[in-house]
């Protein structure tokens, strides 16, 4: 896709994002709505999760293509395949820290299911008291604090681009020696046609928290995303757009892009803009970088990924996120029944030569002589036979009809036999060859024919449309 059409599709969906999103966040203090934070409990629930969306300032509920879309849209689980686990740590503010850990599950095409654990800490802080005069007391004791959260998720996708998800929450949060349990729902829905995405989630809907004999809400919110995928330069570049409402507060949109410098390194920035209020907690008016993160991604081999996110958070400093996210792509059970079925049809072949050689042979040679080559010859040309099979590519007498059509950026850029590197080498491509992308709904890799008809799996990193 050209830059223009890039940059004319993502025009579009910015206008018809950003002014509804600034109204909202207009009526929070001129209008007559009223900007409350922290009515509700359970505030830790409005952390995202996952290095790589915080770089993108948030903007992730139309993008959600690994273990994090548990927290920004489960719909996007349909995008796994095979198994992944993604292990997360946050130190989010002086004093207060994050852990996320999910395991993601996708036993067929188009369905996933995912178990995860989200936990934070509050070091602990000395107890005091108010005495008689109103004056705080220090008692010499301290308590901490606590927020579990588990998630049970599920994603399918009914139709060709569509695909849905919910997540079911058990949530736990504990102050000093007081407990308070809630349970709560996710529904999320992504819709993909070719370059673009959108994305559309409802957070936290449940029961609320009970401390001692006052109930809280849980923070509710709603998330509306856009994204558009291109290639500028030869390199695939991802422009997305994200626009959030917790209720009672303020809206916020979000603006991300990600770029593969490579295959192996990813770079990302973002910026989240948020109506100014006279108690802002996070971001301090003055501050240069108000708004601003950025991140990157290293990928030493499909299978395995390092996130890194920096987000300044205003006079409490900055934080730092990384992740680790490692996942494995099953080998399918059609690619071994290939493999039984090539040496029965070499056995086929074998009997034949077995008879003609000794027709021509056994006039002029003894008997004993001709049954040593009768026994060693076939073994030897079995041999021969089966090695160039194991690894043979795929080939078809007719061209399929493509999606569209991609050309190879690079040189020696490998053609698997299936999504992933644990698969068979079938060639290695240079670059300008064209390639017929059949199926690009893989989260890593592109199914592709060759104009000679040979049918294998690419990174898409590697490869960019005509």
């Known amino acids: 896709m050209q830059v223009k059409t890039m940059m004319y599709w993502f025009l579009i969906i910015l206008t018809s994002i950003i002014f509804p999103s600034l109204s909202m966040a207009d009526q929070g203090t001129n209008g007559n709505a009223t900007i409350k934070r922290g009515v509700a409990g359970a505030q830790f629930l409005k952390i995202g999760l996952g290095p790589r969306a915080m770089a993108l300032g948030g903007a992730y509920c139309s993008l959600a293509d690994d273990a994090a879309a548990v927290y920004w849209n489960p719909a996007g689980l349909t995008q796994i395949n095979g198994y992944e686990l993604a292990m997360m740590q946050n130190n989010w503010?002086?004093?207060?820290?994050?852990?996320?850990?999910s395991f993601v599950y996708s036993p067929e095409e188009k369905v996933a299911y995912a178990c995860s654990v989200n936990r934070m800490d509050v070091d602990k802080m000395e107890e005091?008291?108010?005495?008689?005069?109103?004056?705080?007391?220090?008692?010499?004791?301290?308590?901490?604090?606590?927020?579990?959260?588990?998630?049970?998720?599920?994603?399918?996708?009914?139709?060709?681009?569509?695909?849905?998800?919910?997540?079911?929450?058990?949530?736990?949060?504990r102050i000093a020696e007081e407990k308070s349990f809630a349970v709560a729902t996710d529904l999320?829905?992504?819709?993909?046609?070719?370059?673009?995405?959108?994305?559309?989630?409802?957070?936290?809907?449940?029961?609320?928290l009970k401390f001692?004999?006052?109930?809280?809400?849980?923070?509710?919110?709603?998330?509306?995303?856009?994204?558009?995928?291109?290639?500028?330069?030869?390199?695939?570049?991802?422009?997305?757009?994200?626009?959030a409402t917790w209720l009672e507060e303020a809206s916020y949109l979000s603006l991300g892009v990600e770029s593969y410098l490579n295959s192996w390194?990813?770079?990302?920035a973002g910026y989240r803009h948020e109506k100014d209020t006279n108690d802002r907690l996070y971001l301090h008016k003055k501050s240069i970088l108000k708004g601003f993160s950025c991140?990157?991604?290293l990928s030493?081999?499909?299978?395995?990924?390092?996130?890194?996110?920096?987000?300044?958070?205003?006079?409490?400093?900055?934080?730092?996120?990384?992740?680790?996210?490692?996942?494995?792509?099953?080998?399918p059970v059609k690619e071994e029944g290939v493999k039984e079925e090539v040496p029965s049809e070499v056995e086929k072949v074998l009997p034949a030569e077995k008879a003609e050689k000794p027709e021509v042979k056994k006039p002029a040679v003894k008997e004993e002589v001709v049954k040593k080559p009768e026994v060693k010859k076939p073994v030897e040309r079995e041999e021969v036979i089966k090695k160039p099979v194991i690894a043979a590519p795929k080939e078809v007498k007719k061209l399929q009809e493509p999606?569209?059509?991609?050309?190879?950026?690079?040189?020696?850029?490998?053609?698997?036999?299936?999504?992933?590197?644990?698969?068979?080498?079938i060639t290695t491509l240079n670059k300008g060859t064209s390639l017929r992308v059949l199926d690009d709904s893989k989260t890593w890799y592109y199914h592709v024919q060759l104009e000679s008809g040979t049918m294998g799996w690419v990174s898409y990193v590697f490869v960019g449309k005509e």
């Open 188 to 208: 999320g829905m992504l819709y993909q046609m070719g370059f673009l995405r959108l994305g559309v989630v409802a957070q936290n809907l449940g029961t609320g």
């Open 295 to 297: 991140g990157f991604g």
């Open 265 to 268: 390194l990813t770079y990302r």
């Open 128 to 173: 005091a008291i108010i005495d008689s005069t109103g004056n705080y007391k220090k008692t010499g004791n301290t308590f901490g604090a606590q927020d579990t959260m588990l998630i049970a998720s599920y994603a399918k996708s009914p139709s060709k681009g569509i695909s849905l998800g919910s997540n079911l929450k058990f949530i736990q949060q």
């Open 403 to 425: 999606k569209y059509m991609v050309v190879v950026l690079s040189d020696n850029v490998t053609l698997w036999s299936g999504p992933g590197v644990t698969y068979q080498v």
């Open 300 to 331: 030493p081999s499909p299978n395995y990924q390092v996130d890194y996110a920096f987000v300044p958070q205003g006079d409490f400093g900055f934080t730092h996120m990384i992740s680790l996210q490692m996942r494995f792509v099953p080998k």
């Open 212 to 243: 001692v004999e006052e109930r809280v809400r849980l923070p509710i919110g709603y998330r509306f995303g856009a994204s558009i995928e291109g290639n500028i330069r030869g390199k695939k570049t991802l422009g997305i757009i994200e626009t």
């Open 93 to 101: 503010l002086p004093g207060i820290g994050s852990g996320f850990i």
